[in-house]
């Protein structure tokens, strides 16, 4: 089904899977994965059968080791791989997909593959996962939304820890911090994303995009603003 390079792009019964596909490199996110993610991103925003994505890592050390230092860290790259960040905003537009994305990570879980999880609704991790933002030994700040999504999901205190000191976090520590919403056994991590995938398929389409756009738009609004916006939702979908 999938005729990408360094993704696998899957559909059945209404799930999308977004498999993240250079296991030799574990998973790291180059330019390539950024444009087939791109044209991912816009299929299944039009696409009325998905109803709800999965993204996980293919191989069996990481989700994603962050981005890819043979292409960041050589000259004139840097340049070229910020500047090809910028220009196409996966980022962005993970966030404004009105479908539930749900993130199954194991192994490394790193930079950009952090940021990536951020981006997505569910954060499921198996208890083996090492989440960590290695950017400012690089001497580089996190690119793919992190400075800002972190501090929202773990709070500004954790998220400096993790961002100025560069410490990892186990899968327990993460899910202390509500960096992820549950952890467990690694055999365990796609069945679970499997069943939670068809629990929010169980339920209308519209009610789900509608909740999932008054909670993420929302929290970016004032109180007021917010109720507006649910009163709006839930006239449109009656
Ligand atoms: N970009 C490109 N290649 C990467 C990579 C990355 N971010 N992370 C790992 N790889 C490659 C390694 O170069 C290695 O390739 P090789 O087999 O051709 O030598 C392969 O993936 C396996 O990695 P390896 O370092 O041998 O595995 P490990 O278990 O010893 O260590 C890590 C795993 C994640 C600790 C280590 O690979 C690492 O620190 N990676 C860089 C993480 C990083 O700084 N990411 C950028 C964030 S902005």
Redesign the pocket.
């Known amino acids: 089904m999938s005729t990408f390079e360094v993704i696998i792009y899957e559909k059945q019964d209404g799930v999308a899977y977004i498999t993240l596909n250079r296991p ?3 998973n ?3 330019v390539k994965m950024r444009d087939e993610l791109y044209e991912v991103q816009g299929a299944i925003k039009d696409d009325p059968e998905v109803r709800v994505i999965i993204l996980k890592g293919a191989g069996e ?2 989700f994603c ?8 860290l050589t000259a004139p790259a840097p340049v070229f791989a910020r500047q090809a960040r910028f220009e196409r905003d996966i980022w962005g537009r993970f966030l404004n997909i009105d479908k539930p994305f749900i993130a199954a990570m194991h192994g ?1 879980v ?4 952090i940021e990536m999880a951020l981006c997505c609704d569910f954060r499921l991790a198996s208890d083996d996962a090492q989440f ?4 400012p ?2 001497g ?1 700040i ?1 690119a793919a939304g992190g400075s800002q999504t972190l501090p929202r999901v773990i709070g500004r205190a954790a998220a400096l820890d993790m961002l100025l000191s560069g410490r990892w976090l186990t899968a327990p520590e993460a899910l202390k911090l509500k960096l992820v919403n549950r952890i467990m056994p690694r055999s365990d991590l796609y069945p679970e994303a499997e069943k939670l995938a068809a629990k929010i398929k169980s339920h209308s389409p519209e009610a789900i995009m509608a909740i999932k756009q008054a909670v993420t738009r929302g929290l970016d609004m004032t109180l007021p603003e917010g109720l507006e916006l649910e009163s709006r939702l839930a006239k449109a979908i009656g």
């Open positions: 030799k490199a574990l790291a996110y180059n050390k990481a080791a962050g981005a890819d230092l043979t292409e960041f490394y790193l930079g950009s593959g960590g933002l290695p950017e030994g690089l580089i996190p």
